[in-house]
């Protein structure tokens, strides 16, 4: 029983863009936090960007103007809008749901996890 699944990664030039989407389940959807986070091979769960149900948004200083995080309830649907790439962005990308609870940015924060998608960034 999937609860959260993750689309629309690919192979993209430095400089472009992609948008990802996180499909979920009602319940988990339902939490009260829904982020993203990446992770490279070999390094930490990075936490890029957290949004509430009611559409506030936190981002990571690492992306923070680059990215953008929406949602849509009615399709239990959150989206990350990926632009300005650069190559340290390559990473498995995780949509994860949450109750609240701690710095919504740390992974351990997190009962809900997609399987990811992958992001890859060439020059």
């Known amino acids: 029983q999937v609860q959260l699944l993750e689309s629309g990664g690919g192979s993209v030039q430095a400089g472009g863009s992609l948008r990802l989407s996180c499909v979920a389940s009602?319940?988990?959807?339902?939490?009260?936090?829904m982020a993203w986070f990446r992770q490279a091979p070999g390094k930490e769960r990075e936490g890029l960007a957290v949004?509430?149900?009611?559409?506030?948004?936190l981002y990571a200083d690492s992306v923070k103007g680059r990215f953008t995080i929406s949602r849509d309830n009615a399709a239990n649907t959150v989206y990350l809008q990926l632009n300005s790439l650069k190559r340290e962005d390559t990473a498995m990308y995780y949509c994860a749901a949450s109750r609240g609870r701690g710095p919504l940015l740390d992974p351990n924060v997190y009962e809900d996890w997609g399987q990811g998608t992958q992001v890859t960034v060439s020059s």
């Open positions: 009602a319940y988990t959807y339902g939490k009260g936090f």
């Open positions: 949004i509430s149900i009611t559409g506030g948004a």
